[in-house]
């Protein structure tokens, strides 16, 4: 937990990183929908390409994963950057202040959460921290996370959106996610979870 914590707060941490799936996790999942429930997930990524024009894969890019803790919903953002790649020390967020969401002109600015309990490691995005599949050496990379607590309303409304735009606003630099360059299950994912955690449809096209 502290070593996550750390993480966080220094704007990131060098690690060896898996390539992520989605993936919906919880601990104590038959009660999601109450409010003592608690769901995850993992690996929901946003971005396709880096700010450069490279296309983004495996650990690396953007990631937002839905979760739902103890009544609340949330968000936890992190940003991961090759440490091998070219000026990735000038790509990095740092701290991470604010989400910018636009949905289908519907604007809200969410400030980053400061629940202690969301630090914990079950709760970082990628799935693990290990050298990666097949027979490629690990991969290095810069770890950024912050957790966002959003409304319900908020969520359902990024998940029907037919224009999404996304902006992580860091002390550092800002990441603009939009148009073409949200990946194509990123809100599919979104509604996989909100179905998940209540039982009932999103109402998404």
Not at 14 to 40: C, E, K, W
Not at 98 to 108: K, R, S
């Amino acid at each position: 937990m502290l070593i996550a914590a750390l993480c966080s707060a220094l704007g990131g941490c060098v690690q060896t990183l898996d390539p992520p799936g989605f993936r919906i996790v919880g601990s104590d999942p038959q009660s999601t929908a109450a409010p003592s429930g608690i769901l995850l997930s993992q690996g929901n990524r946003l971005s396709l390409k880096a700010p450069t024009g490279e296309i983004e894969t495996g650990g690396l890019g953007v990631f937002i994963n839905p979760a739902y803790v103890l009544g609340g919903w949330y968000l936890m953002v992190e940003h991961v950057v090759g440490a091998e790649v070219r000026n990735a020390y000038f790509r990095r967020l740092n701290a991470v202040q604010t989400l910018e969401i636009n949905a289908d002109g519907e604007v809200f600015i969410i400030q980053p959460s400061d629940l202690g309990h969301l630090s914990r490691p079950y709760l970082m995005a990628s799935p693990g921290v290990g050298p990666m599949v097949g027979d490629r050496q690990p991969s290095v990379a810069y770890r950024e996370m912050a957790t966002f607590r959003l409304s319900e309303l908020q969520l359902t409304a990024m998940i029907k959106a037919s224009r999404l735009a996304i902006t992580v606003v860091g002390s550092a630099v800002r990441l603009d996610v939009g148009g073409n360059n949200v990946a194509g299950n990123f809100q599919r994912n979104l509604d996989r979870f909100y179905t998940r955690a209540t039982g009932r449809a999103s109402g998404a096209g």
